[in-house]
């Protein structure tokens, strides 16, 4: 199956592909949301719900439309899998959890070590509460040497207060030991399934509907079999109720289209018996390009996308001139 094919099976899907090439993106990332935890954006834009998001990832890789690579690290709580885990610090002695955080200096010339409050003076600034000197600069005159907890219920200090882990869905607690290592992809779309939409679902599709209203009889992608009995294929064969048949070619690159490619269109186009031959450009061609084709008369439409082609198409095809 085709890509494209693959993309049309699910509206989701074409959504998708269409937002991806509007927007420019191809690569999905992954974004934490406070309600429902890491989730796809991108995919919510589309008017996708929460809960069908991860299915929608799953098949963008079963179908082989994207692949995913590792992105973020995620805890996840052992008994609900909820990503929403918050850490607590614990009394390691009476398990309460009014604790007071302190920093510990070390006034550097003399040595003295205390508790950030015990060198506060009135007026906030640090003075030494051995030699009453002042400490101005970090680094220079004091360091920081530690950390230190006081409870408030016990009043014991320590340097290590026991740290765990509550679920905010189920409320259970667990160490770190307990927790669940699980991560989060990121999804990097496939630049062939990408471009194959573009050019099929924003390009071809559009001109094909536009022709079956011209009551033009449509292959696409089309074969005429040659004066010399090779079989040659066109993006399009439009055949009207006269039977005059019309080959159209669509070229989509980024950057400006070569002399070659119209060569290889004007050398099928002089083996086969067409009314009229169109090579569609998107979004251009180069100088060269423009002028090989003008002097082969093959018809050549230029344009950022297909709808400011749409109607100078019609009037080639309506026109008889060849
Ligand atoms: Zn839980
Ligand atoms: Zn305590
Ligand atoms: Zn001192």
Redesign the pocket.
Known sequence: MSYYASILSDERLIRLFEYLVKTGKDVLIPEYDPNHGHTYNDIIDIGIPHDHVFELISKIITLGLGKAEYYDQILRCPYCNSEHIRVYFY?P??N?TQLYKELLIEHIRDGVIGPISKFKSQNGTLVCPSCGNKLITEGKDYRVVGVWYR?L??Y?QTDLPKIMYRCRICKKEVTAHGLVISSISKIIINKSALEEFSRQHLAIRPIIEELKEMKFSINSPGTLIGKSGTTHKFDIIGINDKGEIIAIDILTSTEPISETTIISTFVKALDVNVKKLVIIAIPALTEGGKKLAQSYGINVLEGKTISEIITSLKSILISSSP
Do not use: A, E, Y
């Open positions: 009394c002695f009476c309460s409870c219920v016990c014991r």
